[in-house]
């Protein structure tokens, strides 16, 4: 029989307590929330079978509340515990069957503390379905694409009925088993979803937690545990703001490091060489114009082997302004990956002069080796400058810090994205 649209609320034909109607009339299976028994409605709600002893999944949701789904009113009409056990693991969640006189039937899904709203999918899928058999068989991760939408294998599980009560349009039983192929996209997961006696496809997305809470008139805040795959990234207040700003001021300053390394200046002392036997030597420079950086540089023919050499400058006025030492070594040799070599024959020295005038600098050998008999030391050195260069220290450092700014807003994205990917059974193994 159908159950005629009229009726509200019936007795349980096993212990009597009233029970309200609110599934609408495609139920088929009524099991009393107060003895556990399964009535039948299809029958004049005769007494099946009794579900006793039955321990209530925790849920902030019960029968006969109703709320906003997806901006279409719902009311709970049951409530399914399910349990998987997998490698030591077991995973507990909670299925609240819900109906809308509009839009049929659904589920509510709490699951860690996060909820999740399914439905049955009917557009086509390609592949047409994905079985755990099918999974074993792919090298790499299986993907599934629906209505321009791309999802990738999550995982598989297989779980069972641990209670069961209220209104269903099926038939529950304690202990019934379903194995579900999950793939995800960026906003969906679609459920391959396989029973002893039927197979589905449903897709399931993440609702926003304290709307729907409020919505079903539930006060208290629900615990989350961990990221849910299905949970969207929820950028900062002023994350689009910093991206684009950091990119932004990370490429001008960019552009401001090319500029300055075209800046090289003016020649005040032409490269100038001499043998080491005539060290310490000094050598002397004008500067005509103060406030720009003036730069130094020395170099040697050194061969796999080392010199540290001093200069001394001083100023027009013969006034020592600083002493400093700078290393040139230069190695080479080969390996089983090939000829190699490391360090540099030349180094400099940047100052910024204060007054315009006749500078003196003082070049001293301190100290010289050589690396393996093919080394030759040091027998001549090089010394030039010159003057109104350019440091391109700050814009590096600042694209630097600009592209930290950016890189943490894409990198929180990523980082969220890999956490929602963590649970998947698909391991890296399989993608070799």
């Known amino acids: 029989m159908t159950r005629a649209s009229e009726i509200k609320s019936i007795d349980c034909t096993s212990c009597g307590a009233g029970l309200k109607i609110l599934g609408g ?3 088929t299976t009524h099991i009393c929330s107060y003895c556990g028994t399964e009535l039948d409605v299809l029958d004049d709600y005769k007494a099946l079978s009794k579900f006793a002893n039955l321990h209530r999944p925790q849920s902030p949701f019960e029968i006969g509340m109703s709320g906003q789904l997806q901006g279409v009113e719902f009311t709970i009409i049951g409530t399914l515990g399910y349990r998987e056990a997998y490698g030591g693991q077991v995973w507990e969640w909670v299925d609240h069957p819900v109906f809308s006189a509009t839009h049929g039937y659904a589920y509510l899904t709490v699951e860690d503390g996060h909820l999740i709203f399914t439905r049955k999918y009917r557009k086509a899928t390609s592949p047409e379905w994905l079985s755990s058999e099918a999974v074993e068989l792919f090298e790499n991760r299986p993907v599934v694409r629906s209505n321009y939408e ?8 297989t779980s069972k009925i641990t209670f069961a009560e209220g209104e269903f349009n099926w038939r529950p039983s304690i202990g019934d088993q379903v194995t579900t192929v999950s793939v995800l996209s960026d906003q969906s997961m679609l459920g391959f979803s396989q029973t002893a006696t039927e197979r589905e496809v449903e897709r399931s997305t993440y609702l926003p937690q304290r709307e729907t809470l409020d ?3 539930v006060d208290d805040e629900v615990a989350m545990s961990g990221i849910h795959p299905l949970q969207p990234y929820i950028a900062g207040k002023n994350a689009a703001f910093l991206t684009v700003v950091g990119a932004a001021f990370m490429v001008l300053c960019l552009v401001m490091t090319v500029f ?8 005040v002392l032409t490269r100038t060489s001499f043998d080491i036997s005539e060290l310490p030597k000094e050598v002397t420079f004008e500067i005509k ?10 170099s040697g023919d050194v061969e796999n082997s080392w010199a ?8 027009p006025d013969d006034q020592p302004l600083f002493q400093v030492g700078r290393e040139i070594g230069y190695y080479t040799g080969y390996s089983s990956d090939g000829r190699w070599s490391e360090g540099s024959r030349r180094a400099s ?15 001293e050998l301190s100290e010289m080796g050589t690396w393996k008999r093919s080394g030759a030391a040091l027998s001549r050195v090089t010394i030039g400058a010159s003057a109104g260069v350019s440091s391109f220290f700050w814009t590096i450092l600042l694209a630097g810090i600009f592209l930290i700014i950016t890189g943490m807003q894409v990198g929180r994205k990523f980082l969220h994205q890999k956490r929602r990917m963590a649970g998947s059974d698909w391991t890296e193994e399989d993608d070799d």
């Open 260 to 267: 300055f390394l075209g800046q090289t200046g003016s020649t």
């Open 308 to 315: 540290y050499l001093e200069m001394t400058l001083s100023d």
């Open 215 to 217: 919505s079903f008139g």
């Open 150 to 157: 791309r999802f990738e294998y999550y995982d598989t599980s």
């Open 25 to 27: 009339g495609r139920v």
């Open 289 to 298: 114009e103060v406030g720009k950086l003036a730069k130094m540089t020395v």
């Open 349 to 363: 020295l940047t100052f910024r002069p204060e007054v315009v005038g006749v500078y003196t600098v003082e070049l």
